[in-house]
């Protein structure tokens, strides 16, 4: 018994030392290398555009996921639609009324792992001064040194106010709006 | 003489002179109107149905261009002279690059400037061109010069017409008006 338990000790410390080490926290945003994007159909063409400055403050760890947690900051106003009339159209009080809501927020509120690398994300996302819950799937690998989270999940405008008056007709801008990120973020040093 | 030329043109020809004028005009005026609109979903509407008529013209242009290779035009009135031969064939040849060369030039700008054309909004069609915003701004300057180009040529045609049936007295213009020439 004892000499098992000298055999077993030195290998349960290494195994929790290994575990350890590969524990990472991501949690710097690489900004420039990452995307936020979303599309949408119009006159049922399908468009796309992007937000161009957004900030974070992430913590995960993929090791640990329910200790994660991602908070965005997006500057609405550096939304590009594909086209300057559209981008000031957009920014204005029908649509997105940057100026007295520059900014988007993302809070998660809870990460649970769905096993294979993906998880699930909820939070509150805030646009136009309204807030409501959402979730999204995350998936995850390793490049490199970096994390790298990928997603998708699908919003209503309407829901938003994003849209009104002669907008709010969902005949020429549908409803359904798909927003799609790309993440690189850096481990803690 | 081209002793092989038809006296006049098919039925199937004058239809499609009549039809591609009518939807010529049309969606010229509306491309006209819709661009100096302010932003509104009425303005992305008319440019979804402006691209829908364009398609619709490009592909009756192609098929009459077709049709006007193998049925020949009839005849031009004996003793017309030579520089009227010469101008009636340059204007209808530029006429039929017109034809096509217009529609063609709106597909490219729509696929430069990143909105694909989705005819009636069931059937997306390929994008010509990467996007590309400045590429995008050139070809519709482009579009609208050729739409101009062809109002002038449109102006001179039917100018030519009038001539024809009110100094010449010919029956140049009632070969499109049958009407015309059965009084």
Same mark, same amino acid.
């Given at each position: 018994?004892?000499?098992?338990?000298?055999?077993?000790?030195?290998?349960?410390?290494?195994?929790?030392?290994?575990?350890?080490?590969?524990?990472?926290?991501?949690?710097?945003?690489?900004?420039?290398? @990452?995307?936020?994007?979303?599309?949408?159909?119009?006159?049922?063409?399908?468009?796309?555009?992007?937000?161009?400055?957004?900030?974070?403050?992430?913590?995960?760890?993929?090791?640990?996921?329910?200790?994660? @947690?991602?908070?965005?900051?997006?500057?609405?106003?550096?939304?590009?639609?594909? @086209?300057?009339?559209?981008?000031?159209?957009?920014?204005?009080?029908?649509?997105?009324?940057?100026?007295?809501?520059?900014?988007?927020?993302?809070? @998660?509120?809870?990460?649970?792992?769905?096993?294979?690398?993906?998880?699930?994300?909820?939070?509150?996302?805030?646009?136009?001064?309204?807030?409501?819950?959402?979730?999204?799937?995350?998936?995850?690998?390793?490049?490199?040194?970096?994390?790298?989270?990928?997603?998708?999940?699908?919003?209503?405008?309407?829901?938003?106010?994003?849209?009104?008056?002669?907008?709010?007709?969902?005949?020429?801008?549908?409803?359904?709006?798909?927003?799609?990120?790309?993440?690189?973020?850096?481990?803690?040093? | 003489?081209?002793?092989?030329?038809?006296?006049?043109?098919?039925?199937?020809?004058?239809?499609?002179?009549?039809?591609?004028?009518?939807?010529?005009?049309?969606?010229?005026?509306?491309?006209?109107?819709?661009?100096?609109?302010?932003?509104?979903?009425?303005?992305?509407?008319?440019?979804?149905?402006?691209?829908?008529?364009?398609?619709? !013209?490009?592909?009756?242009?192609?098929?009459?261009?077709?049709?006007? !290779?193998?049925?020949?035009?009839?005849?031009?009135?004996?003793?017309?002279?030579?520089?009227?031969?010469?101008?009636?064939?340059?204007?209808?040849?530029?006429?039929?690059?017109?034809?096509?060369?217009?529609?063609?030039?709106?597909?490219?700008?729509?696929?430069?400037?990143?909105?694909?054309?989705?005819?009636?909004?069931? !059937?997306?069609?390929?994008?010509?061109?990467?996007?590309?915003?400045?590429?995008?701004?050139?070809?519709?300057?482009?579009?609208?010069?050729?739409?101009?180009?062809?109002?002038?040529?449109?102006?001179?045609?039917?100018?030519?017409? !009038?001539?024809?049936?009110?100094?010449?007295?010919?029956?140049?213009?009632?070969?499109?008006?049958?009407?015309?020439?059965?009084?």
């Amino acid at each position: 018994m004892k000499i098992r338990l000298a055999y077993t000790l030195p290998l349960l410390l290494s195994l929790l030392a290994s575990t350890a080490a590969q524990a990472v926290e991501y949690s710097q945003l690489l900004a420039d290398k @990452s995307s936020l994007g979303f599309s949408y159909r119009q006159m049922n063409v399908p468009m796309d555009g992007s937000f161009k400055r957004f900030k974070a403050q992430l913590a995960f760890d993929p090791a640990q996921p329910a200790k994660a @947690s991602a908070a965005f900051e997006i500057e609405v106003a550096s939304i590009d639609v594909g @086209s300057a009339e559209g981008n000031s159209e957009v920014s204005g009080k029908l649509w997105f009324n940057t100026a007295t809501h520059p900014t988007a927020r993302f809070v @998660s509120s809870g990460i649970k792992a769905l096993g294979n690398n993906r998880f699930e994300v909820a939070g509150k996302l805030t646009i136009k001064g309204k807030t409501l819950d959402v979730s999204t799937p995350v998936s995850f690998k390793a490049d490199g040194a970096n994390g790298v989270f990928e997603g998708a999940f699908t919003i209503k405008r309407a829901d938003y106010a994003i849209g009104e008056g002669m907008w709010a007709d969902f005949g020429t801008v549908a409803n359904d709006v798909q927003i799609k990120f790309r993440l690189l973020a850096a481990a803690k040093k | 003489m081209s002793s092989s030329r038809p006296g006049s043109y098919t039925r199937t020809a004058i239809r499609l002179h009549w039809l591609l004028a009518l939807g010529l005009s049309a969606t010229l005026a509306l491309g006209f109107y819709m661009s100096d609109l302010p932003f509104s979903p009425a303005k992305l509407q008319y440019y979804s149905w402006h691209k829908w008529a364009g398609i619709t !013209l490009l592909l009756l242009a192609v098929f009459r261009l077709g049709w006007r !290779l193998t049925h020949p035009a009839p005849a031009a009135p004996a003793g017309m002279p030579a520089w009227q031969h010469a101008a009636s064939e340059w204007t209808h040849r530029l006429l039929y690059l017109l034809m096509l060369a217009i529609p063609l030039s709106g597909w490219l700008m729509s696929s430069a400037k990143g909105v694909p054309t989705v005819y009636f909004g069931v !059937l997306p069609l390929p994008d010509l061109l990467e996007r590309n915003v400045e590429l995008g701004k050139q070809l519709g300057q482009l579009h609208g010069a050729l739409n101009f180009g062809l109002l002038g040529l449109v102006a001179l045609h039917a100018a030519a017409a !009038l001539k024809h049936y009110v100094i010449d007295r010919d029956e140049v213009l009632g070969r499109m008006l049958p009407f015309l020439n059965k009084a």
